[in-house]
């Protein structure tokens, strides 16, 4: 994938301002439309042959004599693999579009975000959730902000900080029906398998159900794997395969109920060859739960559900040694750490205000 920074800002003239807004130069440009691009004091750009490529800071677009946006931004500067990250915009201008992007040192997108409105009553708020992949090595990233309002536009470009994790590594021995199972050229895999690729990529942005803490269905289990596993799989013949486990399996009698881990509308309900029968449920835009293995489903697609509801049982369909849940989270087809999401709320119940504090620092996850 290509970043998706904005494009380069042609500059016809050049004029420094020291003006008390903390905005250091009001740039004449024709791109991404006509007008002024006005930068802050920290920001960093690459000026060559009369183009301005942006580096890091705050780079704000509007067409001559409209006034720039005027964002408040709260973005983490720090994180760790698995974590899902919260950016937070007061925007009182009424934005079209918020997308939240991490790039690595080339600017290639490792995962992005779709903004949403949490709120009717906090206007001019936007939140961002963006998925921290659990194969991102240590170091330092860019986190890209892209607000759209018309042909104004907000580019905030900051650093953050990845932090090392290990994770867990086992060995699990296979039959010769789970290889079959696993190993088989059917077409049908191919299929389910882009059909929820699509459905894990389609945020809606009607979606806005819960907004507190997501809850573990089986908390008490016993947790035969873990989020982030790597997973050497062993077949009778000899050969071998590694994957990444992505979610918890929770170890629970066969017909034990399994409740949705919070309110949300119901995307997915499907038997599955891989997954066996299957339930996912979107709880924010992009931001879903999802629920493997099931011996029955008691929803069905479109439902709409609360926390707590049942939306099928404990079962060992699909790819399953025995009978338990796989439960993950996924955050626009990132999967994230869920037990992240059960230590507290997933939006801070002070943002209905609409007012954000920009000058604290976020750290993902929390």
């Given amino acids: 994938m290509t970043s998706r920074l904005p494009r380069l800002c042609l500059v016809l003239l050049a004029v420094l301002s020291f003006a008390p807004h903390g905005f250091s130069a009001t740039l004449l440009v024709t791109s991404p439309h006509p007008g002024i691009c006005v930068t802050s004091a920290d920001a960093k750009y690459d000026y060559r042959w009369g183009a301005l490529r942006p580096e890091s800071g705050l780079f704000l677009y509007s067409p001559l004599g409209e006034p720039p946006l005027a964002p408040k931004i709260v973005a983490p500067q720090e994180t760790t693999p698995g974590d899902l990250l919260r ?35 906090a206007r001019g708020l ?12 240590r170091g330092s990233y860019v986190l890209s902000l892209t607000i759209k309002a018309g042909p104004r536009s907000a580019v905030q470009l900051t650093s953050v900080s990845v932090n090392g994790r290990k994770f867990h590594f086992e060995r699990v021995a296979m039959t010769h029906s789970l290889e079959e199972l696993q190993t088989s050229e059917d077409p049908r895999k191919v299929t389910e398998a882009r059909e929820l690729i699509h459905v894990l990529l389609t945020p809606h942005p009607d979606a806005v159900f819960e907004t507190g803490t ?7 289990a016993r947790r035969t794997s873990g989020y982030g596993d790597r997973r050497k799989y062993v077949f009778p013949d000899g050969t071998s395969d590694y994957s990444v486990h992505e979610g918890l399996d929770l170890a629970e009698p066969e017909g034990t109920p399994v409740a949705a881990s919070g309110r949300g509308r119901v995307v997915l309900a499907a038997q599955r060859i891989i997954t066996g029968n299957t339930v996912v449920i979107e709880h924010l835009p992009g931001l879903f739960s999802l629920y493997f293995h099931l011996s029955e489903i008691d929803v069905k ?7 707590g509801d049942v939306i099928g049982k404990v079962g060992q369909t699909g790819f399953a040694t025995g009978p338990h849940l796989h439960w993950q989270i996924d955050a626009l087809g990132v999967p994230v750490d869920p037990d992240a ?3 507290g709320p997933i939006l801070d119940k ?6 954000i504090d920009a000058g604290k ?6």
């Fill in 301 to 307: 697609t479109g439902d709409v559900v609360a926390q």
């Fill in 350 to 355: 002070n943002l209905e205000s609409g007012e």
């Fill in 341 to 343: 999401l059960t230590a």
């Fill in 87 to 121: 950016v937070e915009i007061s925007e009182p201008e009424d934005a079209d579009s918020v997308v939240a992007e991490i790039l690595d040192s080339k600017h290639h997108v490792l995962s992005r975000g779709i903004g949403f409105r949490p709120w009717e009553a």
């Fill in 361 to 366: 620092a976020a750290k993902g996850g929390e």
């Fill in 214 to 220: 997501i809850r573990n269905p089986f908390p008490d």
């Fill in 126 to 137: 936007w939140v961002v959730l963006v998925g921290v992949t659990d194969d991102t090595s």
